[in-house]
């Protein structure tokens, strides 16, 4: 699969915001007022294109 998501895609690749805030997630708390990290469409992108290139650095086309 290369690049297949089903529905609701752009022909655009997202960018991180410039203030997007640095760190590590978190699952939250229900008692320490901790919300839980919230990944957004760079992020999954980021994830998604190191597998690809390692697949494509591998010398395997992905389909």
Known sequence: ???AYG???V???PKFAE?????YPTDGS????Q???VPK???YNA???????AIVGGGVKPE
């Open 35 to 37: 919300l839980a990290t």
């Open 30 to 33: 229900s008692t320490g007022g």
């Open 1 to 3: 699969m290369d690049r």
């Open 19 to 23: 203030d997007a805030p640095l760190g």
């Open 41 to 43: 469409a760079p992020w």
């Open 11 to 13: 022909q655009v690749e």
């Open 47 to 53: 994830v998604t294109e190191e597998i690809r290139n």
């Open 7 to 9: 529905a609701r895609v």
